[in-house]
């Protein structure tokens, strides 16, 4: 069975940093890109970020490009999103998405999902 | 504002057919496939449909997709109150090359 178990998240004061991390298993890690998407009530699912199976293509939402980075640790299946620069309009809910193919790119479902981990940005 | 854009809401009884739409452009929805996730009360999306009109195993054939142009739509028929959940449409676009979901939708079955 496929789990991903994110963690990490936490109130976080405007213009600060988190990092968050999720735990993979019930799949062959380095076989499949993987993704973060945020939820937030007002604005519903939003594509964050997503990383190749081998870390090599990476790509980033236009509103996160700069700020966020993504890697994976193939080796721990892992995945990690390192945040900085936080503002208000980053407070979600932040998913972890397994890719169903090798590419973050392309023809692609986010077949599963990780439960979330809460992140408010709050002074 | 989300460059997919999808009713707010949409409601039916039980046994009604209803649709939700999806529109976009031709960077997004008019140049590739369409999917669509439904979301449960207090849980994580899960896929509904993907490439248009596919249903991943376990998904009851009452929900079906198509697509024209730069819009899509999903329908489900002979509505069930366990169908009441969020529903978001998803694409890749092409200019921004990132992945898209529109705004959502909640259906509520009345």
């Known amino acids: 069975e496929v789990q991903l178990v994110e963690s990490g998240g936490g109130l976080v004061q405007p213009g600060g940093s988190l990092r968050l991390s999720c735990a993979a298993s019930g799949f062959t890690f380095d076989d499949y890109g993987i993704h973060w998407v945020r939820q937030t009530p007002g604005k519903g699912l939003e594509w964050v970020s997503g990383i190749s199976w081998n870390g090599g293509d990476i790509g980033y939402a236009d509103s996160v490009k700069g700020r966020f980075t993504i890697s994976r640790d193939n080796a721990k299946n892992s995945l990690s999103l390192q945040m900085s620069g936080l503002t208000t309009e980053d407070t979600a809910l932040y998913y972890c998405a397994k890719g169903s193919v090798a590419l973050w790119f392309g023809e692609l479902v986010f077949d599963s999902w990780g439960q979330g981990t809460l992140v408010t940005v709050s002074s | 504002q989300s460059v997919l854009t999808q009713p707010p809401s949409a409601s039916g009884a039980p046994g009604q057919r209803v649709t939700i739409s999806c529109s976009g452009s031709n960077s997004n929805i008019g140049g590739n496939y369409i999917y669509w996730y439904q979301q449960l009360p207090g849980t994580a999306p899960k896929v509904l449909l993907f490439?248009?009109?596919q249903r991943p195993s376990g998904v009851p054939d009452r929900f079906s997709g198509s697509k024209s142009g730069t819009s899509a739509s999903l329908a489900i028929s002979g509505l069930r109150s366990e169908d009441e959940a969020e529903y978001y449409c998803a694409a890749w676009d092409d200019s921004l090359t990132a992945w898209l979901f529109g705004g959502g939708t909640k259906l509520t079955v009345l």
């Open positions: 490439r248009n009109d």
